[in-house]
């Protein structure tokens, strides 16, 4: 994996791929496409398959905090380790030498987990080294994006050394992958430079957390989630992510996601509170890990009625529901489109109004002929 242009991730061949392997990659790429089988599950035109859905957050009092929306996901996987699930768990943590960057880290105890808490809102490749893994003889839990849980899935059903070296895989809502450009401008929106940046902090350490930026001289500069997010890198997130059918994590174990409360309006509140994790068993798997951390004491849960998790997760919602509009736009002006089997795409348009799905479909066409034009 390389870096592009404008800081994205890509893969470069290093060598001709077989018939086979080329076969093999078309089969389990999500950028390709994905297929989702609910498989005797609760199903969910908007939230795919599911098994059972909490509020949730982590007893630790430190890793709450820490956490981007209440530790559930890190408090879960102390469970793993301590209750010997798993050996380790490969994760995403920010990168000590490109502080708006992320690398790839393997944490085998309380304090490793709790040093790569947080979202890290830019471009990783979690399953760039799989095969070390496998090697090892150890048994990992696997946190990534839902394309990268997609494919590690999809992969491990045809490879039973895969599957026994991951048993537990989990992710959280994913709103889209911003470039490097997008952290080097929320950089300079908070007045400082990446040469001079000692960390950077995406979110985290309190609930939404704020965009924080560590000079090497100590001092500090800060930006609301509502500003760095909304009014930054979520201009900076990747084509491919806008039409992306699975931005919750459908062929995880468990997903973990924001749990806003709602304004009169039905919008999500961005208020700093105690943070809160919506806690979704994709399986049966999940929903006994889940409960078993819940016995241990690591985490406590609460209900939820999913039918409000529309108006928590109103970005998901309307990617959702825009999606065939999009895909039908691309279609027609000759570009690629993934392949989507189980993931209800005119359900989903048909919770639209016919204005909304036209506004996206003429949307996406305005995008995709200014780049056929040369334009960004």
């Known amino acids: 994996m390389e870096e592009a242009a404008p800081g994205y991730l890509r893969p470069t061949q290093s060598a001709t791929l077989t018939e086979d392997e080329d076969a093999a990659i078309a089969a389990i790429c999500p950028g390709l496409g994905q297929s989702v089988d609910p498989a005797g599950r609760e199903h969910s ?28 996901l890190s408090a879960i996987l102390c469970h793993l380790l301590e209750a010997g699930v798993v050996d380790a768990v490969v994760q995403t943590a920010a990168d000590p030498a490109f502080p708006i960057g992320n690398r790839t880290v393997v944490s085998d105890n309380r304090e490793a987990v709790l040093e790569a808490a ?10 760039s080294d799989l095969a070390t893994y496998v090697a090892s003889g150890r048994r990992f839990a696997f946190v990534g994006k839902p394309c990268d849980v997609a494919a590690l899935r999809a992969l491990s059903a045809r ?23 997008g952290g080097r401008t929320l950089l300079e929106a908070l007045g400082a430079d990446l040469e001079n ?10 609930w939404p957390g704020r965009a924080v930026a560590v000079a090497k001289d100590g001092q500090e500069r800060s930006m609301s989630y509502h500003e760095s997010w909304g009014g930054i890198l979520s201009k900076h997130v990747q084509h491919r992510c806008k039409i992306c059918a699975d931005g919750t994590g459908t062929a995880a174990d468990i997903v973990c996601a924001d749990a806003w409360e709602s304004d009169s309006d039905g919008y999500p509140v961005f208020d700093e509170a105690p943070g809160v994790s919506l ?34 997760q109103p970005g998901q919602r309307e990617r959702r529901r825009a999606l065939l509009a999009r895909l039908i736009a691309l279609r027609i002006l000759g570009r690629p489109i993934p392949r989507y089997r189980g993931l209800d795409l ?17 949307g996406m066409m305005r995008r995709s002929l200014r780049i056929l034009r040369g334009r960004p």
């Open 279 to 312: 806690v979704m068993a994709r399986t049966r798997h999940g929903a006994e890990i889940i409960a078993a951390a819940e016995a241990a004491g690591q985490i406590e849960t609460d209900a939820f009625d999913i039918g409000t998790l529309g108006a928590i």
């Open 45 to 72: 035109v908007l939230w795919g398959p599911y098994v059972g859905a909490r509020l949730g957050w982590a007893t630790d009092p430190e890793l709450r905090f820490a956490g981007s929306s209440g530790g559930a």
């Open 197 to 206: 940046t000692r960390s950077f902090r995406f979110r985290g350490m309190g």
């Open 346 to 362: 005119w359900a989903a348009a048909r919770q639209n109004p016919v204005s909304r799905n036209l506004r996206n479909f003429l």
């Open 118 to 127: 947080g979202s890290r809102y830019a471009p990783s490749a979690p399953l």
């Open 159 to 181: 490879d039973d050394a895969l599957s026994r070296t991951f048993p537990v895989i989990l992710s959280f809502f994913c709103a889209g992958v911003p470039s490097h450009a």
